[in-house]
T-cell receptor, first 114, second 111 residues
Framework: EPEVTQTPSHQVTQMGQEVILRCVPISNHLYFYWYRQILGQKVEFLVSFYNNEISEKSEIFDDQFSVERPDGSNFTLKIRSTKLEDSAMYFC????????????FGPGTRLTVL | QQQVKQSPQSLIVQKGGIPIINCAYENTAFDYFPWYQQFPGKGPALLIAIRPDVSEKKEGRFTISFNKSAKQFSLHIMDSQPGDSATYFCAASKAGNQFYFGTGTSLTVIP
């Protein structure tokens, strides 16, 4: 069964450093998403991406964040200058299309900012 | 404003019991209501989902009940098993846009 994959599984970085989290969505999917989950809290939406542009973003997704689909398979989330409060699990998700609605989540990347 | 409210925060049942998790939503434009199951250290996995044109959907031991007028929906797990112990999140979305997740329910099924 096709699945969303994410790398790395755990990333440790120093405050102020840039990090790039990588995702490979399911191959025939057209919509891509990033969510985050601070330890013990609910999953929060960051951004959705379709046709090489951001279609929706939340208040959390400020100028420190950016997304990119650098090639036909990868989808990345970049945090330019990490803060302590960026420590969280980051989940990538993808869906086949608007009509299908179902979003499939990857296993997540645990980001720890020291 | 919390778009989706979920209760209870935690739930403990005996094996074979029927845990019920409730969610309420604010936005009447929501048209898709999934439930996700999450094990520690893993990503959320879709369990079952419903649209507002039906009042109930059943898949295996999992049933969603949906009350459009009350803007509420709930997950029932029949014949619960220790392997069902996980965190359950309800969510809501409109037209394939972002999911608004509930705060999660930690379910423990005691053997």
């Amino acid at each position: 069964e096709p699945e969303v994959t994410q790398t790395p599984s755990h990333q440790v970085t120093q405050m102020g450093q840039e990090v790039i989290l990588r995702c490979v969505p399911i191959s025939n999917h057209l919509y891509f998403y990033w969510y985050r989950q601070i330890l013990g809290q609910k999953v929060e939406f960051l951004v959705s991406f379709y046709n090489n542009e951001i279609s929706e973003k939340s208040e959390i997704f400020d100028d420190q964040f950016s997304v990119e689909r650098p090639d036909g398979s990868n989808f990345t989330l970049k945090i330019r200058s990490t803060k302590l409060e960026d420590s969280a699990m980051y989940f990538c998700a993808s869906s086949e299309g608007r009509a299908s609605d179902t979003q499939y989540f990857g296993p997540g990347t645990r980001l720890t900012v020291l | 404003q919390q778009q989706v409210k979920q209760s209870p925060q935690s739930l403990i049942v005996q094996k074979g019991g029927i845990p019920i998790i409730n969610c309420a939503y604010e936005n009447t434009a929501f048209d898709y209501f999934p439930w996700y199951q999450q094990f520690p250290g893993k990503g959320p996995a879709l369990l079952i989902a419903i649209r507002p044109d039906v009042s109930e959907k059943k898949e295996g031991r999992f049933t969603i009940s949906f009350n459009k007028s009350a803007k509420q929906f709930s997950l029932h797990i029949m014949d619960s098993q220790p392997g069902d112990s996980a965190t359950y999140f309800c969510a809501a979305s409109k037209a394939g846009n972002q999911f608004y997740f509930g705060t999660g329910t930690s379910l423990t099924v005691i053997p």
